[in-house]
């Protein structure tokens, strides 16, 4: 089997030389284990702050060890009762053509239902993250405004069209011109912005203001950096922002000096906090999955009828996922950032 492990800790954007990638031997399996043929794994923004040292919610990957990650593929050996040889199967197999992991870790999937890809993106983590978000810490009400950055990606794609309906005016911002008609084409948006299109955090924010005329009431961040900074001065009084990531910082290492992140100065941060009464909640999603059931049971239909659309980007070879990870980190990506190994 073959596996990329991390060779060194990358500064700032990650290199070729920060990974390498190696043949094995097929692990052993152990008690109530099963052994998997990857089909496809996948690439998602956290995993830029697993290879720094900094601390976090989670572990960083070791040196030498192998990236980790969510991936899905086929049974080919099984020592728990519940797989068998030839289930297809969600678990956290890194990047690798081959996983072990403990049965009662590992998600059964039906092939029949919907591709096993989705189980990664529009009806996996990405997708689970932009409901909860939405509905438990943005608390959408019938006629607000909502502004999500990353529009086109797994989770603010999933964001736009929940708060689609749920009758919100859902304003994206995304990287290009293509990206955003795809925002409002595909997925409903009712306007998007173009963030390249703006040299300064004022410039979008006029561009945001035009789109926003009753202002934010919701902005659910992904991305912080030149957004945050445009979009705080909109926010309506009693706004909410579920924190979920702040990618444009990402390649900062940590929360370390870096004169992006100087950009929004802490005191304006917290005084626009104050006086507009907004409630600002992080949340990391791997602390609600009691919530999952939930989320299949209220999109799985939608999706089914086709009423919620996703997309995937899907890069082949094992080989090739360090250069599609910065890729996305970068916006390369429109969708679902995935790696197909077989
Ligand atoms: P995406 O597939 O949307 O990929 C990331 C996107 O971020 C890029 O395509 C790009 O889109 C945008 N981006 C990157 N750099 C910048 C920048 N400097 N300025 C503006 N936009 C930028 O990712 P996901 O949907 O998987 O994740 C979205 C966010 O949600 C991330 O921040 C991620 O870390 C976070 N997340 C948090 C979780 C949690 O538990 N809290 C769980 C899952 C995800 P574009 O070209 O349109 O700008």
Request: glycine share 14%; net charge negative; charged share 20%.
């Amino acid at each position: 089997m073959q596996r990329m492990v991390l060779a060194s800790r990358p500064i700032g954007e990650p290199k070729d030389e920060n990974f390498r990638l190696e043949t094995v031997d097929l692990p052993e399996l152990g008690e109530g284990e099963v052994l998997v043929r990857v089909h496809y794994m996948s690439l998602d923004p956290y995993m830029r702050g697993r290879m720094d040292e900094a601390k976090s919610y989670s572990a960083a990957v070791q040196i030498d060890e192998t990236m980790g990650g969510g991936a899905v593929g086929e049974v080919i050996a099984s020592n728990h009762k519940g797989f068998s040889t030839g289930d297809f199967a969600l678990g956290m197999f890194g990047w690798a053509t081959h996983g072990v992991a403990k049965g009662h870790e590992m998600q059964k999937l039906n092939p029949d239902l919907a591709p096993i890809t989705t189980a990664l993106g529009v009806m996996g983590m990405p997708g689970f993250t932009g409901w909860y978000g939405l509905t438990e810490l943005g608390k959408p009400k019938d006629g607000e405004t909502l502004v999500v950055g990353a529009a086109t990606g797994p989770v603010g794609s999933m964001v736009g069209q929940i708060a689609k309906s749920k009758g919100l005016r859902v304003v994206g911002i995304a990287g290009g011109s293509e990206k955003c008609a795809k925002a409002t084409d595909t997925y409903g948006f009712d306007a998007c912005i173009d963030h390249k299109a703006f040299e300064t955090a004022s410039e979008l924010r006029k561009a945001m203001a035009a789109e926003c005329p009753q202002g934010i009431d919701i902005y659910f961040e992904n991305v912080g950096g030149k957004l945050l900074d445009a979009v705080l001065p909109l926010m309506n009084v009693g706004g909410r922002i579920p924190l979920c990531g702040m990618i444009a910082w990402y390649n900062a290492g940590g929360l370390g000096a870096d004169a992006e992140m100087e950009s929004l100065s802490g005191p304006r941060l917290w005084r626009s906090i104050l006086v507009n009464q907004l409630s600002v909640k992080g949340f990391i999603i791997s602390n609600h999955y009691d919530r999952y059931g939930d989320f299949l049971r209220d999109v799985g239909p939608k999706l089914a009828a086709g009423e919620i659309a996703y997309g995937e980007d899907i890069a082949e070879g094992l080989e090739n996922a360090p250069a599609a990870f910065r890729s996305l980190l970068k916006g390369g990506n429109t969708g679902k950032q995935l790696v197909k190994l077989i």
